[in-house]
């Protein structure tokens, strides 16, 4: 499922990220601004796209009732769409958005720093070889994704909104989990983290995540890049 969203989801971000920037080009603001700005207009819809298909990978992944072994993808929208679970109250289309904002407040600054070194360490150029780009892709999404664990972890946290687990070995979803989120802001669910688990809680599986990095932006941006090329 996020396959499926992933493809359109970064096309559209892509194209709003890069028009914005065109569109601010002689705006006299610093490069690093422009960029800010591009990235935080193309999270929006990226989000909008992406979102759901991210709640059920993280879902199925952490093994919450419902999502688990044995359970498609086609039945785990149905599950979050119906509200299946005995106990929960809401469902519909916004169980499909749980995270929507932990999402952007994680991404907007992943995205930031991951552009920013790029563009330091292609020096700007506009006609640049996939391969090169493959390689300081590779750099600057290993070097974002670092820094910014903390916020994924919280982020994956919530999407997943379930913390008890049945005897059988399965996540349960707690019917006042998400009431309980709602009631905690990202900052305190993320001061929270870090007063309980300290350092290792806040970067925990940090080192899949830059070996996925460096594999995942090697592929992004040597196809971005490529990309661009064809199209001039």
């Known amino acids: 499922s996020p396959l499926i969203s992933n493809v359109p989801g970064g096309a559209v971000f892509f194209a709003i990220k890069d028009a914005t920037k065109s569109a601010l080009r002689d705006s006299g603001m610093p490069k690093w601004m422009t960029t800010s700005i591009s990235?935080?207009?193309g999270n929006f819809p990226y989000w909008i796209i992406r979102n759901p298909s991210e709640v059920i990978k993280t879902?199925?992944?952490?093994?919450?009732e419902g999502y688990g072994d044995g359970v498609t993808v086609?039945?785990?929208f149905r599950n979050a769409m119906n509200n299946t679970q005995e106990g929960e109250s809401g469902g519909g289309i916004n169980e499909l958005y749980t995270g929507y904002f932990e999402n952007i407040v994680y991404a907007f600054p992943a995205d930031v720093i991951k552009f920013i070194v790029y563009e330091q360490l292609s020096g700007g150029k506009k006609n640049l070889e996939p391969?090169?780009?493959?390689?300081?892709?590779?750099v600057a999404t290993a070097i974002a994704q670092c820094l910014t664990t903390p916020l994924d972890v919280v982020r994956n946290r919530v999407m997943a909104t379930s913390q008890s687990t049945n005897t059988d070995g399965k996540i349960k979803r707690d019917p006042s989990a998400k009431s309980k989120k709602d009631d905690t802001s990202y900052l305190g669910n993320l001061q929270q983290l870090a007063k309980t688990e300290g350092l290792q809680g806040?970067?925990?599986?940090v080192t899949p995540r830059i070996g996925k990095a460096f594999l995942s932006g090697?592929?992004?941006f040597a196809t971005y890049e490529d990309t661009k090329q064809k199209v001039r």
Do not use: E, H, N, S
């Open 74 to 76: 086609i039945d785990a």
């Open 59 to 64: 879902r199925q992944q952490a093994g919450v």
């Open 218 to 220: 090697a592929i992004q």
């Open 131 to 138: 391969t090169k780009g493959a390689a300081y892709g590779a």
């Open 202 to 205: 806040l970067f925990a599986g």
């Open 39 to 41: 990235v935080a207009i």
